[in-house]
């Protein structure tokens, strides 16, 4: 308790945090919170449940009062962190009641209107929070402190120009909190435009490595679901998120997984807010263990007791991979991250697997039931066109002789259904140091050729 005493935080907030049974304060929060309650402007690298919304909630609490108008302005990236913010806030402010409202899409405007009258805090989306500006029903001539959380998520969702033009009719005069996970790029420019003089710290990442086990599974494209159902069927697990990259595909998964006798709901951006609130509900109490999802869960959501992670679908890129696995090994737990590998998945995975900071791991696929689907995607869905029974195979392992590009054959499967499949092997092992050896343009070309080389056929009725 002395150690938060320390930092300045103020009585209501001490005594809430007594009354919790916090035992000491995080890095994030040790770093930031003086320096915050001093009035500077910050920013902090900080990952998904580091602790930093005590930290920017401390400044809120601190210095907005009851009744004198809209004096704190938080922007979160999505529906479901404006809620989960909104409950902390409101939960460190039990103390120190404040009039605050969660503003976001996808629910009735007039309830918020409402609220607004008589709000000291808002915390919401660009997209409604502009609506709301349009429709002169929020004003920010009073805001003292303007907080831009998960930032980088922010960007990349394409909210930059919103999120300017939010900051634009807060007053010059404020104090602004950038929290972000990775600070770069947009991140760096919208800190050089809008802060004065921030000063810029960061925190280890929440989630331990050395209890993070990465794997992958390099199965026949009419495998995947069959090898997924197996593993959360004999998996020893906790509650279990599955990341798909498109809303379709969550949807599919999530039906099917269901018809093979497991409790998966599925959430995307899709979904009504009423129903994706109420699916997060289930899944953060435990009544439902497995939650299918796109990356619109991957982020800023602080889900406790996820043991294990699965990417149904390779994500595009590197940073989404991280956002993905930060789900898992949080606050000392083991966590396990499994990749599930199709021919499709290739490319995307490659960029992973030579990113430096991942050691993934490949493992054998045991047998296995094959499983044909009781519900089918809708046309023009997920795979079309592309999802058929190719029965090639990329190898990722670490081996010894580096990028090789050399290609082997293999027999189809006596069991595999699928018909009429071009072969093919692709070996990518080699330590780091080795894949350096491989120019980027002879990549290139290589990439091209197995690009023009592949061969789809009909997809299978197993999968």
Known sequence: ME?????????????????????????????SIPLILSGKDVIAGAATGSGKTLAFAAAIIKNTERGKGIQSLVLVPTR?????????IKRFSKHKPLEMVAIYGGVSISPQIDHLRTADVVIGTPGRILDHLNRRTINFEKVKTLVLDEADRMLDMGFQDDVERIISRCPKERQTLLFSATIHGEVESIARKYMRDPIEISAEAYVDPTKLNQFYYDVEDNQKFSLLVHLLKNEHSGLIMIFCNTQRNTDFIAKNLNAQGINAMAIHGGHSQNRRTSTMEKFTSKRVS?????????????????????NYDSPKDCKDYIHRIGRTARAGKEGKVINLLISRDYENFQRIFAHPDFKITKEETPAIERLFLSFREERGGFGRGRSGGSNRERDFSRGRSGYSGNRGYRKESDHSYSKGNSYGKRDYGGNRENRGNTSRGEFQRKKKNYSSNRKFNKRSSSY
Do not use: N
Request: charged share 30%; proline share 3%.
């Open 290 to 310: 497995v939650l299918v999802c796109t990356d619109v869960a991957a982020r800023g959501l602080d889900i406790s007791g996820v043991t294990h992670v699965y």
């Open 3 to 31: 150690k938060f005493r320390k930092l300045g935080i103020i009585e209501p907030i001490l005594k809430l945090i007594q009354e919790e049974k916090f035992l000491e304060p995080t890095e994030i929060q040790e770093k």
């Open 80 to 88: 479901e962190l404006a809620e989960q913010v909104y409950r902390w």
